[in-house]
């Protein structure tokens, strides 16, 4: 209606009527929201913070070419020193190298059981919100199923029954980080799809969807051309989680011997490893906790920001 | 007469944002007398909601600033006075209604509970003498069943019905002014009929002051006595209802009145709509001078280099142009 | 394949009963108990190269109507033909083929445009949905011809719709409308949410349009001086019925159905020195899910009768073009 004034006591500053686009360049929703977020201080300096992370784990290696498994039993359960930046454990190997190392293999495993979860989670929701009656109640209930399974007790005890098979398919360490990925990833897709669903629910209904069914849009291109690039905003938040999320549920499993075998230090290995140490020789298990710490909360207040810039309520 | 009831003198409301400061009222004066209905008119973004709003101060102050001006209730200013004391105007002298009634009544909440409410926080009556004046308030405004109705949830009302349940809560505690912030807009037009007629029989019976903010012109000359006509913040003209569609002196009113299709023109059909070229400047970076100036079908050079001053051209008659 | 083929009675679009339901669920098993009558028994022609203006209040059917025309909502039973087919029984292909003969303008300038899309997407989506044009360069081409028609510029193709204003964003959405050359546009309110000033702008533009393409128009509205002044015939609803059909000028000079009437009356005029006699309806609109019996007026009706609680009355032709449906009216 014309003159439309929101009734709430708590009114917006009005928004002024612009007589032409203000700006010079075309600003898209993306720009928007990158926009916003650039705003959120914290939300920003923990984005350069993981930045610097995944460079340190990528070029690592290239700047700090020490093996992750020499072993010398001379220089063991050293702190900080010139020779070993971040001390080393009982079998003398540099700490910092395998922090490097498994540090890659983290991030890795959190990115992809994102990506599996996100897939599967969009794919599900998408399918159970665009498609009314007996369809979406079999994909609610499955979704449902899986909530209801308890997660961690189920990750330990599949990884025990998969991880030989694996190991025979794809190797020792490519079986692991398929099957860490899998069964994470496969763990957590339910509360995507379920976001997913809720979005698909409502933007189903909008009148821009409706104008495209006019004009003759095949419901493919309803679903990827109009209703998904609006549906994302959640889902990127959700995922921010998620990796977040994985990268605790690798280490979680790997502290408890059920993740990458022994040799392969990643961040949860090797406090595994340095749990019984912890009085003689704490910066083994400080430095992987640290590294942990560091990247989780990095990406939750990222993931913070990123809600608030691309809340959907704004851009729409 | 004596002092005008409500005199706005001057009134600057500003709102900071992130693209700078929006300058949604930009020095208003306005009065209105005791018992009479003045019209506030203008299109979106022209600041009358956030005047009506600023005379009750319900403006969210962080974003929102009083940069200027002031707002005299009854010959006091009502911009210093804290909260508490701003507690003791509402609803009590000042009253409010606003556009859409469903997300102003508290859906978890009886009708009679909120009017209840109202009544308890100003009359200092019990709870059971507030739920009698409840129902009596729901009499009043035409509400079958008041007794049973009382006891009912605002989504169980009509438009219509949630609506003059909002008059009902304005007008508890006998409020000296109403404020109505399109009361009737989201309203189908007979049930519209209806809930300005009961405006009308309600400010009778009290003998109200209205402040009756609309875009809608049709209301206006329908109900009001006296009209402002606001644009991108200040005010462009203001005359008795008569005089303003009578004889129109700002080329912003004229052109909102030729740009109405009529229901009643019975000299055949009309071939076009005039239409007013262009939209509503920037509240962000008004351009200097006078804010029409842009869409003005007279605009002159002088137009751009001053703010024109509202003066007086006919007794009670006041237009800020330069013609 | 010939589409000058006549339908009913020379009509470019006839509607025959038109009826929709919306089911109720509600108890533990999500059961069907209620049904909402939102169209019931509607019908009405519009000839070629004419506005038929559909008023009335909230609830009445008419967006339902105007949706299920194109087959947006399907409709529960009743004909709706186009060009000499029977929009109701076509299927996908066919389907697919009217979407270039009509197309939808809504009402919300905000909601109907995709926000993540460029204003040439927007309005070039048809061309690629059809296939209408050859290349890259016919379609932006036919792109800023589309802008430029309804009154926006060809830079605005790169453009965001929150970077307009209300009255430019509906025109971004006829401009979309027009892209598949229509033959009949459906009107949903489209000037509703705008200021008053650009109400006057659009409802212009939407003649020259009319003029230039020699477009039919529904124009569905609640304000009936919009609807007077775009329309040369006016349909008015009540409840999900048809109470009546008249020339524009007919109905506002002469109303007969006494809901015409009544809401006839309750439009405000913009002038203090026009004074005239309300004719005030008591109570609200009722409920679409159950509907009074008979005539669906008669409970707020100043002239009712017993037995328009009984019967219900038929949309007769009391005069020439003008039909009413009333027991004692006409």
Known sequence: MAGLTPASLTADAPAPAVAAPRKNRPTSPWQEAWRRFRRHRLAVASGVVLLLLIAAVTLGPFIWPVAINEIDFTAKLQGPSWAHPLGTDDLGQDLLARLIYGGRISLAVGLAAMVVAVVVGVVVGALAGMSAGWVDAALMWLTDLFLALPLLPLLLLLMYLFRDHFKRLFGVEGGAFILIVVVIGGLRWMQVARLVRAQFLSLREKEFVEAARALGASKLRLVVGHILPNALGPVIVAGTIDVAAAIIAESTLSFLGLGFPSDIPTWGSVLRDAKDYLDIAPHWALFPGAAIFLAVITINFMGDGLRDALDPRRVL | ??????????????????????????????????????????????????????????????????????????????????????????????????????????????????????????????????????????????????????????????????????????????????????????????????????????????????????HAMGVVAETTQRVVVMYAGKVVEEASVEALFGDPRHPYTQGLIRSIPR????????????????????LLDPPPGCRFASRCRYVMPACTQAIPPLKEVAPGHKVACIL | MSKMEATKDGALLSVSDLRKHFAVKGGVLSRVVDKVHAVDGVSFDIAAGETLGLVGESGCGKSTTGRCILRLIEPSSGEIWFEGADVTKMDATALRALRRDMQIIFQDPYASLNPRLTVGAIVGEALTIHNLVKSRRAHEERVVQLLETVGLQADHMRRFPHEFSGGQRQRIGIARALAVEPKLIVCDEPVSALDVSIQAQVINLLEDLQEQFGLTYLFIAHDLSVVEHISTRIAVMYLGRVVEIAPARDLYDTPLHPYSEALLSAVPIPDPTVKRQRIMLQGDVPNPINPPSGCHFHTRCPIAKP???????????SRPGHWVSCHYRG
Request: hydrophobic fraction near 40%.
């Open chain 2, 1 to 214: 007469m004596a002092e005008p009831l409500l005199d706005i003198r001057d009134l600057k409301t500003w709102f900071k944002t992130d693209d700078g400061m929006v300058r949604a009222v930009d020095g208003v004066s306005l009065h209105i007398d005791r018992g009479e209905t003045l019209g506030v008119v203008g299109e979106s973004g022209c600041g009358k909601t956030v005047t009506a709003r600023s005379v009750l101060k319900l403006i969210d102050m962080p974003p929102g600033r009083f940069e200027a001006g002031q707002i005299l209730w009854q010959g006091r200013d009502l911009i210093p006075l804290d909260e508490t004391e701003m507690n003791k105007i509402r609803a009590r002298e000042i009253a409010i209604i606003f556009q859409e009634p469903m997300t102003s009544l508290n859906p978890v909440y009886t009708v009679g509970d909120q009017i209840a409410e109202v009544i308890e926080l100003h009359q200092k009556l019990s709870r059971k003498q507030a739920m009698v004046g409840a129902a009596d308030m729901l009499k009043l405004v035409n509400i079958p069943n008041p007794q049973r109705r009382v006891h009912d949830y605002p989504h169980q009302f009509s438009g219509g019905m949630r609506q003059r349940v909002m008059i009902a809560m304005a007008l508890s505690c006998q409020p000296k002014l109403l404020i109505a912030d399109e009361p009737t807009t989201a309203l189908d037009v007979t049930i519209q009929a209806q809930i300005l007629e009961l405006m009308q029989e309600m400010k009778e019976r009290f003998g109200m002051a209205i402040m009756l903010i609309t």
């Open chain 3, 307 to 317: 037995d328009c609680a009984t019967r219900v009355p038929e949309l007769r032709e």
């Open chain 2, 263 to 282: 229901v009643d023109r019975s000299a055949g059909r009309q071939a076009r709509l005039e239409s007013i070229p262009g939209s509503v400047p920037s």
